[in-house]
């Protein structure tokens, strides 16, 4: 689906497929993500949701809705860290991080806080070595 709604907004603009992209994720991703949260299948759709979300938070930005972009990077980087999609993860805090910066917000932009504290983040893919003494 995320293909499909980044061709659209490519062929469409943003703007005319934010609202679709927004209905699509209230009306059928979101109750999905509530009914199937113990399923196996979770870590999947919350990494796609969480893919999608980003996408969202790119079109709201297009369209200058800033603060609306915030918040859909935060819900993005959320379902991503809940997905321990890495990939995703990283994405989000760096389309955070940028718009930040476009808004002249440098100190936000060098410090997101999408999570309550460090011990909600995802764990890193490569565990930091330890410094020789």
């Known amino acids: 689906m995320a293909v499909l709604f980044a061709h659209a907004a490519e ?26 949260r113990s399923g196996q299948g979770y ?28 918040h859909c990077y935060q819900i993005a980087a959320r379902l991503a ?13 760096r389309a955070m991080a940028t718009q930040a910066h476009h808004q002249g917000q440098h ?8 999570w309550p504290s460090p011990c909600d983040a995802p764990t890193p893919i490569v565990e930091p070595r330890a410094q020789p003494s």
């Open 11 to 36: 062929q469409f603009g943003g703007a005319d497929t934010r609202a679709s992209l927004a209905v699509y994720l209230s009306h059928s991703v979101v109750p999905a993500l509530h009914t199937g």
């Open 81 to 93: 860290a809940d997905a321990h999609d890495h990939t995703t993860f990283a994405i989000a805090l």
């Open 43 to 70: 870590p999947q759709l919350a990494s796609a949701a969480a893919q999608l979300t980003v996408l969202l938070g790119g079109m709201c930005a297009d369209s200058a809705r800033d603060n609306a972009a915030q």
């Open 107 to 114: 100190a936000t932009a060098n410090t997101p806080r999408c």
